[in-house]
């Protein structure tokens, strides 16, 4: 992390927002530690704000709450306050007086950024300006409200006339508005689903980034049709887990269990009465464990121990368990295992991410720098005798033509027939828009205890035992991957496994069956 903060300061980074998806101080030290020490940037230090101040029956985030967090905040060394309010629960009113006390409070900066999911964000700007804040984050018109901020354009005019008027030259932001309209239609298979603002938000608690990929990671798991039974269930285990902060990574974890608890038809009584003998998603097994942190109030053991089994958890720092990093030699078995072309930035992304770049790396590889092709190319192809200029570095273009597809073959494949700078090119693709038989596997009898099914829609990973081997009680056996969620399964009982039914990379569909044991 202090080589990243390092690296992006040289690369031009200068404002630094720091947070802890549980609020949890420790976790953020380091990094502030390493804005002040390593670069001349801005230490924005946030604290995450759920709940309602407002709310008396809600005791856990109280006003005191945010008002001692401030005080930390500013005395570990930031420069700036953010308020980061992912769901866009702050309401007009609880805004005027957070931001009221807190100027009383602290002696630093506020800045306060929201998601309009409710259309009422803006009401809350104009309150918060009222009481002072400092900045206010916005997104041009039409990239603005519903998951994404409150339209900077409309602020500007909200504000024209007023004692705190910027003198933003509102026709510059209309065209700016007018492009990213057009830019947007290209991206329109992305959108979250959502139609027009809910006051619903303040029900289920969802942040506007995870609304937006909902959508797409419950379809992948089969659940496009049970949206709102998703959104019910949300809630349900943000109660079971006590009530916890929930931005990336936290809001994920939450998402995570409840499109687990749908997709295998759970309820909130059966993971407290049955949980002993499910198995859980990774990220859910992770956050109890300590992996991301400690919530306010910390966990609730009973369900801690429902979850975590036999594994142990921790309560210092996650990072503290980390082996100090050689860069030097990190980076020369960097080169080896991929190719020498590589960066020290390419190395910091490993670092951090290292499935994730391994499969960008793999994509860039095979395919190179698609992103010199244009938008509307990419995502929807040429037609018929279309061509299109590709710059592909300074002075570098190319010229590409489609002149026809051939119809396909018994394997779904075609023949594709195209111009590159006059000459003509026969490729083959697979057309994935092919209708192809579907196998279906087997299912799990539900009174065999011996059978061990999929819990959920999704990749079968890995196999983490093999056939014959013995195993005991709460060893996994095999990994379940759909969309960003992992979950591990594992064996109920201690036995011998009699068979293993499917393979490494096979799409699973909920309660087929993987393995038998005796």
């Not at 006390?101 to 409710?118: A, G």
């Amino acid at each position: 992390v202090e080589e990243f903060v390092a690296k992006s300061w040289e690369t031009g980074v200068d404002v630094f927002r720091i947070f802890d998806s549980l609020n949890w101080m420790p976790n953020m030290e380091k990094s502030i530690e390493a804005v002040r020490k390593r670069t001349d940037g801005i230490a924005e230090v946030a604290m995450c704000y759920t709940g309602d101040i407002q709310d008396s029956s809600r005791t856990k985030y109280t006003l005191q709450y945010y008002k001692q967090f401030a005080r930390d905040i500013e005395n570990s060394g930031a420069h700036i306050l953010c308020i980061k309010d992912m769901s866009g629960l702050l309401k007009p009113m609880a805004a005027y007086e957070l931001i009221s006390e807190l100027k009383q409070t602290i002696n630093i900066p506020i800045h306060l950024h929201t998601h309009d999911t409710s259309s009422l964000q803006a009401a809350t700007y104009l309150k918060a300006i009222e009481a002072g804040v400092d900045v206010v984050d916005c997104c041009i018109g039409a990239m603005s409200g519903l998951t994404s901020q409150p339209n900077l354009n409309a602020v500007v005019e909200m504000m024209r006339f007023q004692e705190r008027e910027n003198s933003y030259n509102i026709e510059v932001l209309n065209q700016h508005s007018t492009y990213w309209e057009a830019v947007r239609e290209y991206y329109y298979p992305f959108e979250s689903g959502m139609k027009s603002s809910s006051a619903e938000v303040f029900y289920h608690e969802i942040p506007g980034g995870q609304y937006s990929n909902l959508k797409p990671q419950a379809e992948s798991l089969g659940l496009g049709d049970k949206i709102e039974e998703i959104k019910k269930s949300y809630r349900e285990v943000n109660e079971i887990f006590g009530d916890i902060v929930k931005v990336t990574p936290s809001s994920k974890v939450v998402g995570d269990m409840a499109l687990f608890m749908v997709s295998s038809n759970l309820t909130k009584e059966d993971i407290l009465t049955k949980g002993e003998n499910i198995s859980f998603p990774e990220s859910v097994v992770s956050l109890f464990k300590g992996d991301i942190g400690q919530p306010v109030g910390g966990f609730e053991p009973k369900l801690q121990k429902l979850i975590l089994k036999d594994v142990k958890p921790y309560t210092e720092r996650p990072n503290e368990h980390l082996t100090p990093i050689n860069f030097d030699k990190e980076l020369e078995a960097f080169k080896e295992k991929f190719d020498p072309s590589v960066t020290f930035t390419d190395l910091l992304s490993y670092l951090l991410y290292p499935k994730v770049f391994e499969e960008f790396y793999a994509k860039r590889k095979e395919y190179g720098d698609v992103w010199h092709i244009p938008t509307l190319n990419f995502f929807y192809g040429l037609k018929d005798d279309e061509e299109v200029l590709i710059d592909i570095d300074r002075g570098k273009s190319i010229m590409v033509r489609l002149l026809t597809c051939s119809e396909p073959d018994e394997e779904g494949k075609r023949k594709v027939f195209m111009r590159l700078n006059g000459q003509t090119r026969i490729i083959e693709v697979q057309d994935r828009s092919r209708k192809v038989a579907v196998k279906e596997n087997l299912k799990i009898e539900k009174s065999n205890n011996k059978q061990v099914g999929a819990p959920l829609q999704g990749k079968l990973s890995q196999v983490l035992i093999k056939q014959g081997e013995e195993v005991k009680r709460n060893q996994p056996l095999f990994v379940i991957e759909a969309m960003k969620m992992e979950t591990t399964v594992a064996a109920n009982d201690s036995g011998k496994i009699k068979d293993i039914i499917l393979s490494p990379g096979s799409m699973v569909k909920t309660d087929d069956l993987v393995l038998v044991m005796e």
